[in-house]
Nanobody, 127 residues
Framework: QVQLVESGGGWVQAGGSLRLSCAASERTLTIQTMGWFRQTPGKEREFVAAIRYSGGTLYADSVKGRFTISRDNAGNTVYLQMSSLRPEDTAAYYC?????????????????????WGQGTQVTVSS
């Protein structure tokens, strides 16, 4: 079972930026798709972004143009660069891994598509 460890969360003022990292315990060659989700208390975990091993990316409409997902396959790490942050971006952010490369947006935007999860890192955006 792959282990995922997120880092980089914290507090930032609205309009600011943060970069989240997720380190995988095994080579990302075997992890074809990695994603980021976020969750606030009392709400369902929601999709933020995903990236395939090939580099293809998918984004939720709410973050498109503000967030950028990338991956370092040699370093077994995936990143989420978050810019123009808003108070509504405040959440616990979770990294997820999927061994399959295939999947439409509808599939990759669902939690069940991923078999491994990190412990989460908190992002707080103040107004």
């Amino acid at each position: 079972q792959v282990q995922l460890v997120e880092s980089g969360g914290g507090w930032v003022q609205a309009g600011g930026s943060l970069r989240l990292s997720c380190a995988a315990s095994e080579r990302t060659l075997t992890i074809q798709t990695m994603g980021w989700f976020r969750q606030t208390p009392g709400k369902e975990r929601e999709f933020v972004a995903a990236i395939r091993y090939s580099g293809g990316t998918l984004y939720a409409d709410s973050v498109k143009g503000r967030f950028t997902i990338s991956r370092d396959n040699a370093g077994n790490t995936v990143y989420l660069q978050m810019s123009s942050l808003r108070p509504e971006d405040t959440a616990a952010y979770y990294c997820a891994a999927r061994r399959a490369a295939w999947g439409s947006y509808e599939i990759l935007a669902t939690q069940n598509a991923y078999s491994a999860w990190g412990q989460g890192t908190q992002v707080t955006v103040s107004s």
